[in-house]
Nanobody, 127 residues
């Protein structure tokens, strides 16, 4: 089992950058595929980015491709989401998620595949 705690959210102006983090408990962090999802008021939670066990494979939603970068540090049990060129429509609560995966290149873009979730961190982008 793994527990996830997000941090680093805040208020940023449009065009700015922000990096949010997710700290995971447990000794088997490197066996989990990880993902970032977000939810805006009145909208369903949506996929943002995912990364494989090894960190060598990743996937992004079209809306963030080229602006956001997901990364992980297995030695520190951390996953990050670097967000550049932020837009007001990026405003949301951002959640990290984890799922045990069988292969080092496995990642999941479907939120239904994830077993563990953090409590979320608010990101607000002002225009």
């Amino acid at each position: 089992q793994v527990q996830l705690v997000e941090s680093g959210g805040g208020l940023v102006q449009a065009g700015g950058s922000l990096t949010i983090s997710c700290a995971a408990s447990g000794r088997t962090f490197s066996t989990y595929a990880l993902g970032w999802f977000r939810q805006s008021p009145g909208k369903e939670r949506e996929f943002v980015a995912a990364i494989s066990l090894s960190g060598g494979n990743s996937d992004y939603a079209d809306s963030v491709k080229g602006r956001f970068t997901i990364s992980r540090d297995n030695a520190k049990n951390m996953v990050y989401l670097q967000m550049n060129s932020l837009k007001p429509e990026d405003t949301a609560v951002y959640y990290c998620a984890a799922r045990r995966a069988p292969y080092r290149n496995t990642y999941y873009s479907d939120q239904a595949r994830y077993d563990y979730w953090g409590q979320g961190t608010q990101v607000t982008v002002s225009s």
